[in-house]
């Protein structure tokens, strides 16, 4: 079984970058797909960001195109999502996500097995 922990969060600026990171311990996260939810209160996980086992298959939520970057680094068991231009409504806690299944919908929440206790992002106006 794979652990996670996320970091990196932190109360930015509208317009600002940030970079969360997640390191994963327990087994090789080569092994697995990793993803980035996240959640705002009140409301349901919202998919961020996935990335494959060798990185040749990525997808963006349609709300981050082009400002969010998805990236992992399998011999440092760490993958990372850069943040730019981040928008207060990018405000959310942000969680790391693994799968081994050969066969999910890597844009749901439910297509994950192992999360982080997520960091917190907070981007104000």
């Keep these: ?3 996670l922990v996320e970091s990196g969060g932190g109360l930015v600026q509208a317009g600002d970058s940030l970079t969360l990171s997640c390191v994963a311990s327990g087994r090789p996260m080569s092994r ?3 993803a980035w939810f996240r959640q705002a209160p009140e409301k349901e996980h919202e998919f961020v960001a996935a990335i494959s086992r060798n990185s040749d298959e990525i997808y963006y939520g349609d ?3 082009g400002r969010f970057t ?3 680094d399998n011999a ?3 993958v990372y999502l850069q943040m730019n231009s981040l928008k207060p409504e990018d405000t959310a806690v942000y969680y790391c996500a693994a799968t081994d299944r050969k066969y999910s919908d890597y844009t749901k929440a439910s297509g994950f097995d192992y999360w982080g206790q997520g960091t917190q992002v907070t ?3």
């Design 123 to 125: 981007v104000s106006s």
């Design 76 to 78: 440092k068991n760490t």
């Design 70 to 72: 998805i990236s992992r």
């Design 1 to 3: 079984q794979v652990q």
């Design 63 to 65: 709300s981050v195109k």
């Design 32 to 34: 697995y797909q990793m």
